[in-house]
Antibody, heavy 120, light 107 residues
Framework: EVQLVQSGPEVKKPGESLKISCQTV????????IGWVRQVPGKGLEWMGI????????RYSPSFQGQVTISADRSITTGYLQWSSLRATDTAMYYC?????????????WGQGTLVTVSS | AIQLTQSPSSLSASIGDRVIITCRAS??????LAWYQQKPGKPPKLLIY???SLESGVPSRFSGSSSGTDFTLTISSLQPEDFATYYC?????????FGPGTKVDIK
C-alpha cells in the first residue's frame, strides 16, 4: 500500500529552526515528485513547492521561496520541509503529498499532516 | 500566478440534492485542473484530475466539466459522507495554486 507518513506535531518558539519529515512507502520514491501544502487553521490550502527526489530539482511558490527548504533523502525514501527561523505566522498544518504526472501533476496520495505551532 | 475563484464559498444542501460547485481560472489552463475533498481533521482527497477524469475509487456521482476558464464539480445525488470542503487546483503553471474552497454542509 502506498503511504506517506509524516512526523509528529511540533511546538516551537519564534526564531527556532525545524525540520519535519514525510516517510514514503509502497512505491518507487524517485519516480514521483513530492510536494508540501500549508493549511492555516480554519483556512484553505496553499501550495508551497515540490521536489523531484531523482535529481533534487525543486520548485517553490514565490510566497514560500526563501522561507522554507524542501529536501529529500533517497536512501530512506523520505522528504523534508525545514525552516531556519520560525515565525508565529508559520503556525499551520503542513501536508506532504505525492505528485502524479500521469494525473496531470495532481497530488494523488497525501500524508496525514504535521501540526506546527510557533508561540513564545 | 494564476488565480482561482470558487463559487459559492459555502452552500447548504439536503441528502439527494444535485450540487454544483464552480471554479474559475484567471487565465486559460486547458484542462489542467483537479478537485479535492477535505473533511475536518483529514488531509485532502483527490477526486478528479484533468478536469474530467475520476480518480480510482471515487463514486461515479462525482463528475467534472469545463468550459473555457470555468470548471464545475457536480455531485449528482448528495450523500451523507459528501459533506466536506471542496477545493480546485490548477496545474498548468507554477505555482500550482488552489482555489479558496467551497464548504458543503447539511441543510
Amino acid at each position: 500500500e502506498v503511504q506517506l507518513v509524516q512526523s509528529g506535531p511540533e511546538v516551537k518558539k519564534p526564531g527556532e529552526s525545524l525540520k519535519i519529515s514525510c516517510q514514503t512507502v509502497g512505491y518507487i520514491f524517485t519516480n514521483y515528485w513530492i510536494g508540501w501544502v500549508r493549511q492555516v487553521p480554519g483556512k484553505g490550502l496553499e501550495w508551497m513547492g515540490i521536489m523531484n527526489p531523482d535529481d533534487s530539482e525543486t520548485r517553490y511558490s514565490p510566497s514560500f521561496q526563501g522561507q522554507v527548504t524542501i529536501s529529500a533523502d533517497r536512501s530512506i525514501t523520505t522528504g523534508y520541509l525545514q525552516w531556519s527561523s520560525l515565525r508565529a505566522t508559520d503556525t499551520a498544518m503542513y501536508y506532504c503529498a505525492r505528485l502524479s504526472s500521469v494525473k496531470g501533476d495532481a497530488f494523488d496520495i497525501w500524508g496525514q499532516g504535521t501540526l506546527v505551532t510557533v508561540s513564545s | 500566478a494564476i488565480q482561482l475563484t470558487q463559487s459559492p464559498s459555502s452552500l447548504s444542501a439536503s441528502i439527494g440534492d444535485r450540487v454544483i460547485i464552480t471554479c474559475r481560472a484567471s487565465q486559460g489552463i486547458s484542462t489542467a485542473l483537479a478537485w479535492y475533498q477535505q473533511k475536518p481533521g483529514k488531509p485532502p482527497k483527490l477526486l478528479i484530475y484533468y478536469a474530467f477524469s475520476l480518480e480510482s475509487g471515487v463514486p461515479s456521482r462525482f463528475s467534472g466539466s469545463s468550459s473555457g476558464t470555468d470548471f464545475t464539480l457536480t455531485i449528482s445525488s448528495l450523500q451523507p459522507e459528501d459533506f466536506a470542503t471542496y477545493y480546485c487546483q490548477q496545474f498548468n503553471t507554477h505555482p500550482f495554486t488552489f482555489g479558496p474552497g467551497t464548504k458543503v454542509d447539511i441543510k
